[in-house]
């Protein structure tokens, strides 16, 4: 649920923060995405930077 999704969102970035390290995510939620610092899409099998 998206309580709980926030929640696991949250720990990651703090720890991730913390220990500088990186986390790659793949989701289809742009709300996720929106919470990275980077955005990467698979478009007709090629990864490409995301536009917005």
Known sequence: DEANSQLVMDLLDRVTRRDGRSLLIVTHSRR???LADRVFNITHG???PDAG
């Open 46 to 48: 090629r990864l490409e």
């Open 32 to 34: 996720v995405a929106a």
